[in-house]
Nanobody, 121 residues
Framework: QVQLVESGGGLVQAGGSLRLSCTAG????????MGWYRQARGKQRELVAR???????NYADSVKGRFTISRDSAKNTVYLQMNSLKSEDTAVYYC???????????????WGQGTQVTVSS
């Protein structure tokens, strides 16, 4: 079964750090871009960071300089290192994979189940 599995969320004090991981499992032959999105209570889901297969990155303005996205293509894994966390970073964080191929079959996109990040002030 093709799926994204996230880990690394939790409760942290403001100013602290967390590292999220997301691994794509199943018979995946290739993945295009991967990214992290978040959804705070009562708000729309928003892009946090995205990395292409060529490792070009882009970030939301609110996290630039604090968060770093990276990927290990051999492991079909994407990471999000989050430093200097603020209470406004509290949200459910979702992993997304684009341009996924299972053999020769294309899958438009995959989403993970989400992991809660709570930053206490």
């Amino acid at each position: 079964q093709v799926q994204l599995v996230e880990s690394g969320g939790g409760l942290v004090q403001a100013g602290g750090s967390l590292r999220l991981s997301c691994t794509a499992g199943g018979s995946i032959s290739s993945i295009g871009a991967m990214g992290w999105y978040r959804q705070a209570r009562g708000k729309q889901r928003e892009l946090v960071a995205r990395i292409t297969s060529g490792t070009n990155t882009n970030y939301a303005d609110s996290v630039k300089g604090r968060f770093t996205i990276s990927r290990d293509s051999a492991k079909n894994t994407v990471y999000l290192q989050m430093n200097s966390l603020k209470s406004e970073d509290t949200a459910v964080y979702y992993c997304k994979a684009e341009g996924v191929r299972v053999g020769i079959i294309p899958i438009n996109e995959l989403w993970g189940q989400g992991t809660q990040v709570t930053v206490s002030s």
